[in-house]
Every structure is written in structure tokens, then in C-alpha cells.
């Protein structure tokens, strides 16, 4: 069975900090893909990464970053400078053979 | 390009009545997913298809729910009859098969918010 876990409910700054998130997984499968998803206030579903289980590389995207590290099964992200237009929560997932298993998603509030 | 097109986006109906969700997937897309949202389970899966065939129903609660695919840029999400506790944001979610399987990301539609009074 694959399992996705977001440990931190919600987490709050203040505009221009940095804030990490933290997203741990089990699956027994070999190759297997992650992903972070972002839903602002507005509700859609905002497609931000993939990753591959044999693909360790850190990525970079502008304020966004994202630490990948099998040997813990972790999947965490990192927004550099925090916006308050980044507010909205972020869902890890992990997905083999198509089928989608979502954490349960942690609330960025970014205070001004 | 247009993306994942859901209808209606919100949908207020009394309990027993016969709800239908509309999704028109991205086109060239051969794998649609249904998902429901819910403050107390999350985002499930309840149902996909693969060129218009439901490849896994498990998640599909009980038969009240079913789901079509009648061709390649429509499916629908229907329950029969609809009780207060489907209450939640049901998503649609296409993405198509190149590379590995499940290595694509999954676009989403804006979904639609049910509320069964």
C-alpha cells in the first residue's frame, strides 16, 4: 500500500520568510513518481513538480525548491521568501501505475 | 490550450435527487480520473479510465455512484439517488500516457462543489 504523510497541518509566516515543507512516503514499489500539487483559495488544483524514484537531483524553480532523499523517503519543498500570494495548500502525492495517493495537505498562510 | 473543462462549477440539490458531473478532459489525453475532496478523508481517487474503459472503480463508494466515458472528451459522474454526505469538491483529472505509467502529472479541472441539502 503507498502512503503519504504531511505531518504539519498548517504553518504561518510573515511575508519574505522562507517556510518548508515536509513530506514523507512509504510505497514498496522501485519506481514510483511524486509530485507537489498547489490549491490557492480559489480551489483548483495547481500542478508544481514531479520527481522519479531514480532521479535524486534537487530542482530549483525561481522562489521554489524541492529536496529529494530516498534513503528517508522524503519529498520536502521549500518556498524561499514567502508571498502572500503563495497562501493555499500543498499536497504531496505519490503515484505508480497512474493511481494518485494524496497527503493531506499542508496550509501555507503568508502574512503581510 | 484549454484545460481540464468541468461542469457545473457548483451544484445545490435536495437529498434523493439524481446529480450529473460533466468533465471534458485535455485533448490527446487517454487517461481520466474522478476525485472527490472532503474535509475529513481528503483527495481520493474514486474512479479512472483509460481510453474511454474504467480501468479501477475501487474507490467508487457504492453503487449509488457510477461513471462513463461514452467517448474520448466527455465522461460523467453520476449519483442516484444523492444523500448530504456526498457533500464535497469532486475533481476531474486528465493526463496521457507517455513514458513510464503514472510518470505524467495529472492536470485537474476546477471541479464542482455539491452540496446535498
Known amino acids: 500500500a503507498q502512503k503519504v504523510t504531511q505531518a504539519q497541518t498548517e504553518i504561518s509566516v510573515v511575508e519574505k520568510e522562507d517556510v518548508t515543507l515536509d513530506c514523507v512516503y512509504e510505497t514498496r514499489d522501485t519506481t514510483y513518481y511524486l509530485f507537489w500539487y498547489k490549491q490557492p483559495p480559489s480551489g483548483e488544483l495547481v500542478f508544481l513538480i514531479r520527481?522519479?524514484?531514480?532521479?535524486?537531483q534537487n530542482e530549483i524553480s525561481g522562489r521554489y525548491s524541492w529536496n529529494f532523499q530516498k534513503s528517508t523517503s522524503s519529498f520536502n519543498f521549500t518556498i524561499t521568501a514567502s508571498q502572500v500570494v503563495d497562501s493555499a495548500v500543498y499536497f504531496c502525492a505519490l503515484a505508480n501505475d497512474y493511481k494518485l495517493s494524496f497527503g493531506a495537505g499542508t496550509t501555507v498562510t503568508v502574512r503581510a | 490550450d484549454a484545460g481540464v473543462i468541468q461542469s457545473p462549477r457548483h451544484e445545490v440539490t435536495e437529498m434523493g435527487q439524481e446529480v450529473t458531473l460533466r468533465c471534458k478532459p485535455i485533448?490527446?489525453?487517454?487517461?481520466l480520473f474522478w476525485y472527490r475532496q472532503t474535509m475529513m478523508r481528503g483527495l481520493e481517487l474514486l474512479i479512472y479510465?483509460?481510453?474511454?474503459?474504467?480501468?479501477?472503480d475501487s474507490g467508487m463508494p457504492e453503487d449509488r455512484f457510477s461513471a462513463k466515458m461514452p467517448n474520448a472528451s466527455f465522461s460523467t459522474l453520476k449519483i442516484q439517488p444523492s444523500e448530504p454526505r456526498d457533500s464535497a469538491v469532486y475533481f476531474c483529472a486528465s493526463t496521457d500516457s507517455e513514458g513510464y505509467s503514472g510518470n505524467q502529472p495529472q492536470h485537474f479541472g476546477d471541479g464542482t462543489r455539491l452540496s446535498i441539502l
Open positions: 479510465f483509460n481510453n474511454n474503459v474504467p480501468i479501477d
Open positions: 520527481r522519479n524514484s531514480f532521479d535524486e
Open positions: 485533448s490527446g489525453h487517454d487517461y
